[in-house]
């Protein structure tokens, strides 16, 4: 044990500035050992500023929050988020013919509306994974099925059409299918307004949300400089108590000033931490993305709602049309 205390307290006279950062390094963790298994009085732990020590706990409930709600927020880098897992869609339902239909009832539908006109793909790029657009596709192969046109929207005919298995198609059948079609329509418009708020999450709330937790993990890291500065001071000061209280003057005058550059480190460092906390706390950045998030969630849902409340009136007009007709073939 002797030879252990020499060697540590030998190593910055014997090796120079790396020595010195190690000697530092083996005196901290000495200090920390000791203040762990209670070998060391409270009264000599150097207590730190109660302004600090607040800042300390705001910041640390700052970054729970800031990593909890990015946890959950990460779902929108996702575009299947809300895709059901039980859903296994055929290979007709994926095919870029619903697709194509879908974008070519849309572009029919815009025409001589206020709408924002849709041109017609020969084939959509890619198949969405949401659930909106799983919809979609379900709808479009059944209105398909029951005889829309591939590429318009006016209508089904309501005189009777050969299905794809041969049989005949009666009026109330086509309305059902013309039914499917105006539902397939809203929820691809659905589908991609969603695909259009997550590109705005993440565009204004993820990218600086995690920029702002990186501001978070610099003020932490000003924190431990000042618990190594604090645990150096300390150390020193034991060591200090333990030459006093050997009589050891030699020393003495080495020692109190190796004690008043710790003290001046400490305050350094939690004048430091201090100014880095209230920075990160003070920062706007992070409201200002909550209040980007919540704007691409308000525009979303009130574009879906314009389309599900147009797409609700003509569903309604069409479903007491096909009851008029149910009924007049049953007087």
Do not use: C
Not at 11 to 29: C, D, Y
Not at 52 to 64: C, G, I, M
Not at 99 to 123: C, D, E, I, N, R
Not at 167 to 186: D, I, M, R, V, Y
């Amino acid at each position: 044990m002797e030879n252990w205390k020499a060697f540590t307290q030998n190593i910055s006279a014997n090796v120079g500035p790396v020595g010195q950062r190690i000697s530092r390094g083996f005196g901290n963790l000495n200090q920390q050992a000791k203040e762990r298994f209670g070998t060391v009085d409270a009264d000599d732990i150097t207590e730190l500023p109660q302004e600090y020590k607040d800042l300390e706990q705001r910041v640390d409930a700052l970054r729970s929050a800031h990593n909890n709600l990015l946890k959950i927020a990460r779902a929108y880098e996702s575009e299947g988020y809300d895709y059901p897992t039980q859903v296994q869609e055929s290979i007709g339902q994926l095919s870029q013919q619903i697709g194509h239909s879908v974008t070519s009832w849309a572009s029919s539908a815009t025409k001589g509306t206020s709408l924002p006109a849709v041109q017609p793909t020969a084939a959509p790029p890619e198949v969405h994974r949401t659930l909106a657009h799983a919809l979609s596709r379900g709808a479009a192969s059944g209105a398909l099925e029951l005889g829309a046109s591939p590429t318009s929207i006016a209508g089904l005919p309501t005189s009777p059409a050969s299905g794809p298995s041969g049989g005949n198609l009666a009026g109330e059948e086509s309305k059902l299918g013309e039914a499917l079609q105006k539902f397939a329509l809203a929820q691809d418009r659905v589908g991609n307004a969603r695909l259009a708020q997550d590109d705005s999450i993440r565009q204004g709330f993820l990218q600086p949300w995690q920029a702002f937790g990186a501001q978070i993990t610099v003020a932490i890291k000003a924190r431990q400089a000042v618990r190594d500065a604090r645990l150096h001071l300390d150390s020193w000061r034991q060591a200090l108590k333990a030459i006093e209280a050997a009589g050891n003057t030699a020393k003495l005058d080495s020692h109190r000033q190796e004690v008043e550059a710790a003290e001046d480190k400490l305050v350094e460092a939690t004048e430091a931490a201090i100014a880095s906390q209230k920075a990160v706390l003070e920062n706007p950045e992070g409201i200002k993305s909550l209040a980007a998030f919540v704007k691409a969630q308000s525009e979303y849902h009130q574009a879906a709602a314009q389309v599900l409340a147009q797409a609700s009136s003509e569903l309604a007009n069409l479903g007491l049309a096909a009851e008029s007709d149910y009924r007049a073939t049953r007087a």
